[in-house]
């Protein structure tokens, strides 16, 4: 399980690696929400990184996944209309090259 929280990314996703029927519990759980989302093997669950989520325990078996996360980072005028309003700072560019990581 992983507490309430928000990534601080433009898209967030979460690809089911095993079969549900293999394991009990798991998800993902919006604050809006109230039951949790999961989605069938090889399938992506993808959503906005700046929702409060959370991950669900699995009571049984073992789940897998593979999460990730897709970002913008420019000045503040050219980004802020992708963020809107949202917790958190806005992502910095940073590193030699001012893209994500030095060169």
């Known amino acids: 399980s992983l507490g309430s929280h ?7 996703f979460v690809i089911q690696l095993n079969d ?3 394991f009990t519990g798991g998800g ?9 989302l999961s989605v069938p093997q090889g399938h992506c669950l993808l959503f906005c990184g700046y929702q409060h989520h959370e991950g ?3 009571t049984e078996g073992c789940r897998y996944i593979l ?7 420019d000045e503040d005028e050219k980004v802020r209309p992708f963020y809107g309003t949202l917790p958190g700072e806005l992502p910095r560019p940073h590193g ?3 893209h994500d990581f030095p060169s």
């Open 6 to 12: 928000f990534d601080e990314s433009c898209f967030s």
């Open 20 to 22: 549900p029927g293999e």
């Open 28 to 36: 993902t759980l919006f604050a809006h929400a109230t039951e949790a």
């Open 56 to 58: 669900v325990a699995v």
């Open 67 to 73: 999460t990730g996360f897709v970002d913008l980072r």
């Open 96 to 98: 030699a090259g001012s």
